[in-house]
C-alpha cells in the first residue's frame, strides 16, 4: 500500500525535516507594509507601474567605463532620464571594476536622491549586485571561499556567519539586493558555474543555503545591516546536457521535483524575496515562458511571494534566441504572463515601452501587472528603503575588519579537502626546501574565480597586493630562503618546464599547483574535462625526479587528474578557496591546521561517464560503476577517526513515528581535529528506482587524540519520502538502511 500526502502539507513538513528552525518563514508582507503598498499602487500611474518593472544596468546610465585604467562615471542626464522618465525600478551591477566604497555612497546617494526628490511618488530604487562571496563589487571587501568550497566545510554555522558578513559589506556599501545564493544543484562538472554551486546533493545544498540565507537575511530584511537575497537559477539551469553555459537541460518533471525543486524550496522556506530565473531552457521550453514552473508550481505550490526577476536580457532572447516569440514585443507578453514581475533589460527601455503598449491593448492584464509591482514594492518597504534608502556612513568602519579576515581565514582552512596523503607525506615540517611550481602557485585570481573584483574575476593586477599567494603565504610559512619558485607552464603552454624539473631535484619536496584560470559563465565552457596537457606534462616530470610532490588543485570545476594523481604523495583539492586561500594552503601543508573538509561533488577519474554519489540500481550492474578519483563526501584528516555502536532505537517504525540513530566516533589519532559525521539513506525497495543512498543528516564534531563522542539524528518520515509515479511526494513502507562511515543498520518502516 501507497501513503499519498497533500503535496503543499508534504512540503512544510519535508523542509522542518530538512532543518529549518523557526526563526526563518517564508517572505510575505507584514500586514503593515501591505495595507501601505495597496494604497501606494492605487495611486500609481501605468507607467509608474511598468517602470518599477523595468531593471537597467549601470552601464545604462554611465558617462565611462571604470577599467585598471580609468574611474567609472555616471552619466547625471542619463541617470536622471533613467529615474524621472522611466521610473525604473531596480539598477545593478558595476561598468566594469569593483569601486570603493566611499563611491559606492556616491552613486547610490545620487540614484536615491533622484528617486525620492525628484519623483512623483518618491518611490526609493532597489540597487542588486552579485555579491556571491563576499561583496564581489566593493574594493578591499572580505572575498571568501566561493559555493562549492562553502558546502565542501559541511558547516552551517560558519556559512551562517558569511551570509552575515557579506550583508553587513554589501549594505555598507549602499546595496540592499544581493542575487545569492545559488541553488542550483551541481551534478554537470563540465558546466562551467558548477562552483557557485552548494554540490551535488540536495540535502547539503539545501541546509547550506538555508544557513546562508539565515545569515544575510536575519529575521528582518529590514535590519541595517541585513538585505534581500535571491535564489537563482529558477529551476533547471545547472543541468545542461552538453555541459556548456544556456544550454538545454532534459530534466522529467519528476526528476525536477526530486533533485533540482528542494533546494529551491528550501531557501523560499528560509524566507528568500526574490527568485531569479533560469536563463537556459528545460524540455524544450525557455523558464522565461514557463508558466507551469513560474506561476503553478512556484506561486501555486511552494506558495512564493516575493519578486520573480528575469536574467539578463532573457525576455529580449525569448525572440532573439530561443524564437518562440515572433516579435520582441510578443516576448514581453510571454514572460509577464508566464509570471515574470521584473525585466533584467538591461541595458535599454524597450521592455518599459513594449509592456505599456501590451497593457494599453489588453494583451497584458493591468491585475497581473498590480500583481507584480505589489511584490516589488512590497520589497522595497520590507528592506526600509522608504524610511531611508540612503547608506549609512558609519558601516564603512568595519569593511575587512581583522574578525571578518578571522573568519574568513578560517573558512578557507575548512573548505580545503586532503584528498589523498600517502605515508604521511602531509604535514611538511617547517624545516624542508620547497620548490613550488605551476600556473596557480603565484595568483589570487585562480583562488578566488569569476565575481571577484570584476565578473570573470581574472584581473589579476587589480587584486589587493597585500593578500598571500599560495608561494607568498608558503614563503613567510618557512622563510624565503627556504623556498625556490619557478613558473613551469602557465595553464595551457609550456613556460620553462626544463627549469622547474633542474630546481625540484635541488630540493626535499615540490609543491605543485595546477588548475584552471578565473572565468564566468559561458566563459568557462570547454568540451573536455581533462586538465589541460601541458600541465599534466609538467607534472609528470616533476614527479619523474622522485621527490615526493604535493599536489594542489584550484579550479571552479573537477577537472580529471587520474594520469598524475598516483605520482603525487598528496593532493589539497582546494577548488576556490578565496582571499585567504593561500595562508589556509600554507597553514595546511605545514600542519597548522588538520583538514576537516569533504568533497561537495564527486570528483571523476574518467572524461565521460559521470556518476554522482547517489546513482541509480540500475548503473550498479557492472562493477564499480561509482568508481570517481575521489567521492562525495570523502576528505582526510592528520588524525584518524574509528566510528562503533551505530544503533537504532528500533527496528521497526510506523509512519508517524522517529526513528532515533546514535554512533560513537573516537579519534583514534594523535592530534586534535574535527570530523563531519555523515548520515545515509538507502530505500531498499521503491515503485520508482531508489538511489544507492542519499544524505539525510551531517554534523560536526571536534575531538581531541582519544576521545570519543556520540553523536545522534533522527529520521522520520519525510526523510523517507521521494517524488513517486505520479509526479508527488510520497512514502513506501519497506525495508531501508542506515549508513554511517561503514556501519550500517536496517530497519522496517510499517
Ligand atoms: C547571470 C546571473 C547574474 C546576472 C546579473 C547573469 O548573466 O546569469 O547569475 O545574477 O547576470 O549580473
Given at each position: 500500500m501507497k501513503y499519498f500526502f497533500s503535496l503543499s502539507c508534504l512540503i512544510i513538513i519535508y523542509l522542518t525535516a530538512l532543518g529549518f528552525n523557526n526563526e526563518t518563514k517564508k517572505f510575505d508582507a507584514s500586514p503593515v507594509v501591505a495595507e501601505k503598498v495597496k494604497s501606494l499602487l492605487s495611486e500609481m500611474t501605468l507607467e509608474e507601474k511598468v517602470g518599477q518593472m523595468t531593471l537597467i544596468t549601470i552601464e545604462a546610465v554611465s558617462e565611462?567605463?571604470?577599467?585598471?585604467?580609468?574611474?567609472?562615471?555616471?552619466?547625471?542626464?542619463?541617470?536622471?532620464?533613467?529615474?524621472?522618465?522611466?521610473?525604473?525600478g531596480s539598477i545593478i551591477n558595476v561598468f566594469d571594476v569593483s569601486h570603493e566604497i566611499d563611491y559606492w555612497h556616491e552613486i547610490i546617494n545620487k540614484i536615491q536622491n533622484f528617486a525620492v526628490n525628484e519623483t512623483r511618488l518618491k518611490i526609493p530604487v532597489l540597487y542588486g549586485i552579485d555579491?556571491?562571496?563576499?561583496?564581489?563589487?566593493?574594493?578591499?571587501?572580505?572575498?571568501?571561499?566561493?559555493?562549492?568550497?562553502?558546502?565542501?566545510?559541511?558547516?552551517?554555522?560558519l556559512v551562517e556567519k558569511i551570509g552575515e558578513i557579506t550583508s553587513y559589506e554589501t549594505r555598507a556599501s549602499g546595496i540592499t539586493w544581493n542575487f545569492y545564493p545559488v541553488m542550483d544543484i551541481g551534478r554537470q562538472p563540465l558546466w562551467p558555474r558548477l562552483w557557485e554551486t552548494y554540490g551535488e546533493d540536495v540535502y547539503l545544498a539545501s541546509q547550506i543555503g538555508s544557513s546562508y540565507i539565515k545569515g544575510a537575511q536575519g529575521n528582518n530584511i529590514g535590519a541595517p545591516d541585513k538585505l534581500a537575497t535571491c535564489l537563482k537559477h529558477y529551476v533547471g539551469y545547472s543541468f545542461p546536457v552538453n555541459g556548456r553555459d544556456r544550454t538545454p537541460s532534459w530534466i522529467s518533471e519528476?526528476?525536477?521535483?526530486?533533485?533540482?525543486?528542494?533546494?529551491?524550496?528550501?531557501?523560499?522556506?528560509?524566507?528568500?524575496?526574490s527568485v531569479m530565473v533560469n536563463s537556459g531552457e528545460v524540455d524544450g521550453i525557455p523558464t522565461h515562458s514557463d508558466y507551469h514552473l513560474l506561476t503553478e508550481i512556484l506561486r501555486g505550490e511552494l506558495n512564493f511571494k516575493g519578486i520573480v526577476v528575469s536574467d539578463w536580457e532573457d525576455i529580449k532572447r525569448l525572440y532573439t534566441r530561443d524564437k518562440i516569440a515572433e516579435t520582441p514585443k510578443e516576448a514581453v507578453r510571454i514572460a509577464v504572463l508566464a509570471g515574470v514581475d521584473m525585466s533584467m533589460v538591461p541595458k535599454d527601455y524597450s521592455f518599459y515601452e513594449y509592456l505599456l503598449e501590451l497593457a494599453k491593448e489588453g494583451s497584458v492584464p493591468i491585475r497581473r501587472i498590480d500583481e507584480a509591482v505589489t511584490r516589488i514594492l512590497t520589497v522595497k518597504m520590507e528592506l526600509g528603503l522608504f524610511e531611508n534608502p540612503f547608506p549609512d556612513p558609519e558601516m564603512k568602519k568595519k569593511l575587512a575588519c581583522d574578525e571578518f579576515t578571522n573568519v574568513n581565514l578560517n573558512a578557507a582552512r575548512e573548505s580545503i579537502v586532503l584528498t589523498k596523503n600517502e605515508n604521511n607525506v602531509l604535514p611538511l615540517t617547517k624545516k624542508v626546501k620547497v620548490l613550488v611550481t605551476g600556473p596557480t602557485a603565484n595568483m589570487l585570481s585562480v583562488m578566488n574565480g569569476g565575481w571577484t573584483i570584476t565578473w570573470q574575476g581574472n584581473e589579476e593586477s587589480l587584486y589587493p597586493k597585500e593578500k598571500n599567494t599560495v608561494l607568498e603565504a608558503i614563503r613567510e610559512k618557512i622563510g624565503l630562503e627556504n623556498v625556490s619558485y619557478v613558473e613551469g607552464c602557465s595553464f595551457d603552454k609550456d613556460i620553462n618546464i626544463v627549469d622547474a624539473v633542474k630546481e625540484a631535484k635541488g630540493n626535499d619536496v615540490v609543491v605543485l599547483c595546477l588548475g584552471e584560470p578565473a572565468y564566468c559563465e559561458g566563459e568557462g565552457n570547454i568540451t573536455d574535462l581533462t586538465l589541460n596537457s601541458v600541465q599534466l606534462e609538467l607534472a609528470k616530470r616533476i614527479m619523474a625526479t622522485g621527490k615526493p610532490v604535493v599536489l594542489v588543485m584550484l579550479e571552479g570545476r573537477p577537472r580529471i587528474i587520474s594520469s598524475i594523481v598516483d605520482g603525487a604523495g598528496a593532493v589539497l583539492t582546494a577548488f576556490l578557496p578565496g582571499m585567504e586561500g593561500g595562508n589556509a594552503l600554507a597553514d595546511i601543508i605545514f600542519g597548522d591546521y588538520s583538514p576537516v573538509g569533504k568533497l561537495s561533488v564527486t570528483y571523476p577519474k574518467y572524461t565521460n561517464g559521470n556518476t554522482t554519489y547517489d546513482y541509480k540500481p540500475i548503473e550498479s550492474f557492472e562493477p564499480n560503476v561509482y568508481d570517481p578519483q575521489w567521492a562525495f563526501g570523502y576528505g582526510l584528516s592528520y588524525t584518524t577517526f574509528g566510528y562503533s555502536n551505530l544503533k537504532i532505537d528500533k527496528a521497526e517504525m510506523k509512519e508517524d513515528e522517529e526513528l532515533s540513530i546514535s554512533v560513537d566516533v573516537t579519534n583514534t589519532g594523535n592530534i586534535a581535529s574535527e570530523e563531519v559525521v555523515q548520515l545515509y539513506l538507502s530505500d531498499l525497495y521503491g515503485s520508482v528506482s531508489r538511489p544507492n543512498k542519499q544524505l539525510k543528516g551531517f554534523d560536526r564534531i571536534s575531538l581531541n587524540p582519544g576521545e570519543t563522542k556520540t553523536v545522534s539524528f533522527k529520521i522520520n518520515k519525510e526523510h523517507l519520502s521521494f517524488i513517486g509515479r505520479e509526479n508527488k511526494r510520497i512514502v513506501e513502507p519497506g525495508e531501508f538502511e542506515v549508513t554511517v562511515n561503514t556501519l550500517k543498520e536496517k530497519f522496517v518502516l510499517k
Open positions: 565611462q567605463q571604470g577599467t585598471k585604467d580609468q574611474h567609472h562615471v555616471l552619466d547625471d542626464k542619463k541617470l536622471e532620464e533613467a529615474i524621472k522618465k522611466y521610473q525604473v555579491a556571491i562571496h563576499g561583496a564581489t563589487y566593493t574594493k578591499g571587501s572580505t572575498l571568501f571561499p566561493q559555493g562549492i568550497n562553502m558546502a565542501a566545510t559541511w558547516n552551517r554555522k519528476r526528476m525536477l521535483r526530486e533533485y533540482f525543486l528542494p533546494t529551491f524550496e528550501a531557501g523560499i522556506s528560509a524566507g528568500a524575496p
